[in-house]
């Protein structure tokens, strides 16, 4: 039979030879990595009314919604396994000749866990059964320590934004980030998450078992939702203290993290610690997310939420910046927000008990005026008159000093009579009085367009059982989100809109086969991709206000340390150089294969998942230039405190093998006692890049020849102050210490690889952890483990702030293979860099060593005063250790989970009420109706039922 939709073959023959012979072939030639098990697993004791073990028992699972069914019999010691089952709810039926058959009708199965159903057989006949509809609630197998969260939970659960992040902190030892609010600042409201004090770069996320993690920065959040710490990669303050991230390229990386809508979701899993040797690479919390499938009865849902501001009440501080007295109004009203989430899902069988569909769509459109304000502020003498005389008299005004007309920078006066489409200058005029503007912090406000998010989720899904041993299934899932904001990620003045374009794709293709009743066989293969994506619009070019730029620039970033003497705070505009034109790309592939062996009373698994990841930066933010002024009269007359330029394409496309393979024991010493230990082998592949665009710092490659003046050691510094210079041959920088990647066409230090590792991106993990059960009511769990972790990529590739490239992947900016330039001493804000660039720098080391300025050139400060084609200076740079070892985490843990039957024994008490009550009006009342319902009470949630079922009997 062929799957024409699917492409593949269905004949279970045909189709396990071929993927045995697939396997195999990755598996040796192939590295790999880690990934979220999406499969649970049941496991029990069957014992008779003595206690002894009951073996050759038949027991049997049926998934009470696709009618899937998996067999196993008891071993010698009463036990069973049935592994690798498909989320869901099942009926477990457990038979055996001279007793009465037991079914336990709600058997809930969660992926990479473990249900328990012991079971106690009553003497009598195989055609009598026994039901019970009890719902165990404790788990007392599994060492892992976290949280399951069901579709119920996930349905009746408030959440501000919808995302299942907020669902995490459910999970022992996980925290997250405040909220930062609804708006589309907020975008998608996705959570930085910490777990266990590891950091929220830390964590692993997976979406229908496949890696969704993103090596940019591995963080989850779609905004900094609060003041703990703001990094300087983009972030904007606005009006009221509002952090701007909505299109930042870190600030809002959760935005590009798959999220799909809650009632499209089966089930979140949040493993917080001592998880098992089948899961790696991250020694944060591991976050699994598993999406609905179809089942043999139609069922969907249509929803709309709708949500406004007229109920809101008006952020602290903007009561803080209190009343204008001038209007009697509010100086920062209650901002605006409209947020309209709507969609549907629909699932069912195609064929009956063979193929399933689900569909979902998710749309979330939001208009938000919190961050489309900016406080502002610029000289108090600034008015609407811009006239040449105008501007006097503002610079008198505000610094009491004269000047006159001829002073005045022409394209200084051109960017103050600019003015945006709606016929508003581009920098506004003063609007509050001096002493209001002290103690308010600015002096104008700009209100911008809304910003607005348009959020579009989509998610298809094919489930396919060839037979009882052979299943298949396929998912898909797409999001598009991007986000318009009147305002640049840094700026402050409208004229320079910037939009994230954020988005994701996630395609899974599994398959499970029983290769017998005792071993049990799952692969899979993914395919994810995440973009995030910030553009600039510019509502002017360089030219049009007078600027002479050489090269393919646009209007430049404009900085202003002080705009106003009385006021502390300075004036930016333009577009950003911290990827203001610029984000990420990242396309992951992923294989795995593991393997389940039941053996007496142990469960062997073995696995490996192999992916490789492109990690494609793109940074066009060469084409934009910074200029510098220290106050506002310096940016009227022209003169240029500093600036850059840069040459050379910053574009750059790395790429990781990461692979993790394991062996793991599940071992059952008693009914009440299991040990699990396992071993883990992470490697975390080092970054290269495809065109060999990758540099590094050798501290043995690097020299230098001191000072000295006759002779004697001198200090090149005060040797230049005085007039003097070094003797010949000394102050010499004779190795740079640099080094470039081998795959470099031009210049590549010998010796050197790819990644420039040293040493090796690998380690061996060992874990062992106990599950035991002293009582019914308690399940004691201990263990240890070592946690591997790649580390913090964005950390080691950005340099620190200043001297023109920082942020997000600055690195692509420095040396060797783009050229910074610096503004000219005497440079004016007409014609900052001269009329034509430079041509690009070659990429060698012995060209790089040959622009490195001495300490004495250093001294001097002055392009003037550097080697020749260095029009920088002394370089600032950053990359990846060299030496770099592989961190990782011990854990561990003691955790005793007791469970109470306050929610069972008050069901039961009033089922007895009940029973009571209608006990004359039943007719034929049985015991065992009075057991099967009392047998509910297990679940709490399913009282209701249990009032339903006694008012219709």
């Known amino acids: 039979m062929r799957f024409p939709s699917l492409g593949v073959f269905a004949s279970p023959p045909k189709s396990l030879c071929a993927l045995v012979v697939v396997t195999l072939v990755l598996a040796f030639l192939t590295q790999f990595a880690s990934a979220q098990q999406t499969l649970g697993a049941i496991t029990g004791t069957v014992t008779d009314p003595s206690g002894a073990v009951v073996s050759d028992a038949n027991v049997k699972a049926v998934n009470t919604e696709t009618n899937l069914e998996v067999a196993a019999r008891t071993k010698a010691n009463g036990g069973f396994v049935i592994p690798?089952?498909?989320?869901?709810?099942?009926?477990?039926?457990?038979?055996?000749?001279?007793?009465?058959?037991?079914?336990?009708?709600?058997?809930?199965?969660?992926?990479?866990?473990?249900?328990?159903?012991?079971?106690?057989?009553?003497?009598?006949?195989?055609?009598?059964?026994?039901?019970?509809?009890?719902?165990?609630?404790?788990?007392?197998?599994?060492?892992?320590?976290?949280?399951?969260?069901?579709?119920?939970?996930?349905?009746?659960?408030?959440?501000?934004?919808?995302?299942?992040?907020?669902?995490?902190?459910?999970?022992?030892?996980?925290?997250?980030?405040?909220?930062?609010?609804?708006?589309?600042?907020?975008?998608?409201?996705?959570?930085?998450?910490?777990?266990?004090g590891n950091r929220d770069t830390s964590n692993s996320f997976s979406l229908n078992g496949v890696s969704t993690n993103n090596l940019f920065n591995g963080n989850s959040t779609s905004q900094v939702g609060e003041n703990r710490f703001v990094l300087n990669t983009g972030e904007n303050f606005g009006a009221g203290g509002t952090i701007q991230t909505s299109t930042s390229v870190y600030g809002a990386i959760g935005q590009a993290l798959p999220t799909p809508p809650p009632d499209a979701i089966q089930e979140i899993a949040v493993n917080s610690s001592q998880y098992d040797a089948t899961q790696g690479n991250n020694s944060g919390a591991h976050i699994s997310v598993l999406t609905k499938s179809g089942t043999n009865e139609v069922h969907g849902s249509l929803w709309e939420q709708w949500q406004n501001s007229d109920m809101n009440a008006t952020p602290y501080f903007y009561n803080a910046a209190g009343i204008n007295p001038v209007t009697n109004r509010p100086y920062l009203p209650r901002p605006f927000v409209n947020r309209n989430a709507f969609g549907?899902?629909?699932?069912?069988?195609?064929?009956?008990?063979?193929?399933?569909?689900?569909?979902?769509?998710?749309?979330?459109?939001?208009?938000?005026?919190?961050?489309?304000?900016?406080?502002?502020?610029?000289?108090?003498?600034?008015?609407?008159?811009?006239?040449?005389?105008?501007?006097?008299?503002?610079?008198?005004?505000?610094?009491?000093?004269?000047?006159?007309?001829?002073?005045?920078?022409?394209?200084?006066?051109?960017?103050?009579?600019?003015?945006?489409?709606?016929?508003?200058?581009?920098i506004p005029s003063a609007q509050y009085n001096a002493t209001q503007a002290v103690t308010l912090g600015y002096d104008a406000i700009v209100q911008g367009p809304d910003t607005q998010a348009r959020v579009n989720q989509g998610i298809a899904s094919i489930d396919y059982v060839l037979s009882s041993k052979d299943r298949l299934s396929a998912r898909y899932y797409i999001q598009s989100n991007p986000t318009n904001n009147p305002f640049g990620a840094v700026g402050s003045l409208l004229g320079f809109a910037q939009q994230l374009s954020a988005g994701s794709q996630v395609f899974s293709l599994a398959n499970s086969v029983v290769l017998s009743p005792n071993l049990t066989w799952e692969q899979h293969v993914g395919f994810t991709r995440l973009r995030a994506y910030a553009n600039t619009t510019k509502a002017f070019t360089a030219s049009s206000v007078g600027i002479s730029l050489p090269?393919?620039?646009?209007?430049?970033?404009?900085?202003?340390?002080?705009?106003?003497?009385?006021?502390?705070?300075?004036?930016?505009?333009?577009?950003?150089?911290?990827?203001?034109?610029?984000?990420?790309?990242?396309?992951?592939?992923?294989?795995?294969?593991?393997?389940?062996?039941?053996?007496?009373?142990?469960?062997?698994?073995?696995?490996?998942?192999?992916?490789?990841?492109?990690?494609?930066?793109?940074?066009?933010?060469?084409?934009?230039?910074?200029?510098?002024?220290?106050?506002?009269?310096?940016?009227?007359?022209?003169?240029?405190?500093?600036?850059?330029?840069?040459?050379?394409?910053?574009?750059?496309?790395?790429?990781?093998?990461?692979?993790?393979?394991?062996?793991?024991?599940?071992?059952?010493?008693?009914?009440?006692?299991?040990?699990?230990?396992?071993?883990?082998?992470?490697?975390?592949?080092?970054?290269?890049?495809?065109?060999?665009?990758?540099?590094?710092?050798?501290?043995s490659k690097y020299s230098y020849v001191q000072c000295t003046v006759g002779g004697v050691p001198a200090d090149p510094a005060l040797t230049e102050y005085?007039?003097?210079?070094?003797?010949?041959?000394?102050?010499?920088?004779?190795?740079?210490?640099?080094?470039i990647a081998r795959n470099n066409k031009t210049g590549a230090t010998a010796?050197?690889?790819?990644?420039?590792?040293?040493?090796?991106?690998?380690?061996?993990?060992?874990?062992?952890?106990?599950?035991?059960?002293?009582?019914?009511?308690?399940?004691?769990?201990?263990?240890?483990?070592?946690?591997?972790?790649?580390g913090e990529l964005f950390s080691y590739l950005s340099p620190s702030a200043g001297s023109g490239f920082n942020g997000p992947f600055g690195v692509t900016l420095a040396p060797p293979f783009v050229q910074?330039?610096?503004?000219?001493?005497?440079?004016?804000?007409?014609?900052?860099?001269?009329?034509?660039?430079?041509?690009?720098?070659?990429?060698?080391?012995?060209?790089?060593?040959?622009?490195?300025?001495?300490?004495?050139?250093?001294?001097?400060?002055?392009?003037?005063?550097?080697?020749?084609?260095?029009?920088?200076?002394?370089?600032?740079?950053?990359?990846?250790?060299?030496?770099?070892?592989?961190?990782?985490?011990?854990?561990?843990?003691?955790?005793?989970?007791?469970?109470?039957?306050?929610?069972?024994?008050?069901?039961?008490?009033?089922?007895?009420?009940?029973?009571?009550?209608?006990?004359?009006?039943?007719?034929?009342?049985?015991?065992?109706?009075?057991?099967?319902?009392?047998?509910?009470?297990?679940?709490?949630?399913?009282?209701?039922?249990?009032?339903?079922?006694?008012?219709?009997?």
Request: proline share 5%; net charge negative.
């Open 84 to 196: 690798d089952l498909p989320a869901g709810t099942y009926r477990v039926t457990v038979t055996k000749d001279g007793f009465k058959t037991e079914t336990h009708t709600k058997i809930l199965v969660s992926g990479n866990r473990t249900a328990t159903v012991d079971t106690t057989l009553v003497v009598g006949s195989i055609s009598a059964t026994v039901e019970v509809n009890a719902v165990p609630l404790m788990n007392q197998v599994d060492t892992t320590i976290g949280y399951v969260v069901d579709t119920q939970t996930i349905e009746t659960t408030p959440l501000g934004t919808g995302s299942f992040t907020q669902l995490a902190i459910l999970s022992p030892g996980v925290h997250a980030d405040f909220l930062g609010g609804g708006g589309a600042n907020t975008g998608l409201g996705n959570q930085a998450i910490f777990a266990n």
């Open 344 to 426: 549907g899902t629909i699932g069912g069988a195609i064929i009956k008990d063979k193929l399933f569909y689900f569909g979902s769509y998710q749309g979330v459109h939001i208009a938000d005026a919190e961050a489309s304000t900016k406080d502002v502020t610029v000289p108090l003498g600034l008015t609407d008159d811009r006239s040449s005389q105008g501007i006097v008299n503002m610079i008198q005004a505000t610094y009491g000093q004269t000047i006159t007309s001829s002073q005045i920078n022409s394209a200084a006066s051109q960017i103050l009579n600019a003015k945006l489409p709606n016929g508003q200058y581009l």
């Open 551 to 699: 090269g393919a620039a646009t209007f430049p970033d404009f900085s202003i340390s002080a705009s106003d003497p009385t006021i502390s705070a300075g004036l930016e505009f333009g577009p950003s150089t911290s990827f203001g034109d610029g984000g990420m790309v990242q396309n992951q592939w992923e294989y795995g294969t593991s393997a389940s062996w039941v053996k007496g009373k142990h469960i062997l698994s073995v696995g490996t998942t192999w992916d490789h990841t492109q990690l494609n930066i793109l940074n066009n933010n060469t084409n934009t230039d910074t200029l510098d002024f220290q106050t506002f009269l310096d940016f009227v007359e022209g003169n240029l405190h500093g600036g850059n330029e840069f040459v050379g394409s910053a574009h750059r496309y790395y790429r990781s093998n990461t692979l993790g393979t394991y062996i793991n024991d599940n071992f059952k010493m008693r009914k009440n006692l299991t040990v699990t230990a396992g071993l883990r082998w992470d490697i975390d592949g080092p970054l290269s890049e495809k065109y060999g665009l990758l540099t590094g710092f050798d501290p």
């Open 722 to 739: 005085n007039g003097g210079t070094c003797d010949s041959g000394t102050d010499a920088i004779t190795g740079s210490g640099l080094v």
């Open 751 to 790: 010796g050197a690889n790819n990644s420039l590792m040293k040493n090796h991106q690998w380690g061996f993990a060992p874990r062992i952890g106990i599950a035991w059960s002293p009582m019914s009511k308690l399940t004691v769990r201990a263990g240890y483990g070592m946690y591997f972790d790649r």
């Open 820 to 953: 910074p330039i610096s503004v000219a001493q005497g440079a004016t804000l007409s014609q900052p860099f001269g009329t034509t660039l430079p041509p690009p720098p070659p990429a060698t080391g012995a060209a790089f060593l040959a622009y490195l300025p001495n300490l004495q050139q250093t001294a001097c400060g002055f392009p003037g005063c550097w080697p020749s084609g260095n029009l920088y200076g002394p370089f600032l740079s950053g990359g990846y250790d060299i030496n770099n070892k592989l961190p990782y985490t011990q854990n561990w843990t003691l955790d005793l989970q007791p469970t109470t039957h306050r929610h069972t024994d008050e069901c039961g008490e009033r089922a007895d009420q009940f029973l009571r009550r209608y006990h004359s009006a039943i007719p034929g009342f049985r015991t065992d109706l009075y057991e099967r319902i009392r047998g509910q009470c297990a679940d709490p949630r399913t009282l209701s039922r249990v009032r339903h079922e006694l008012s219709v009997v």
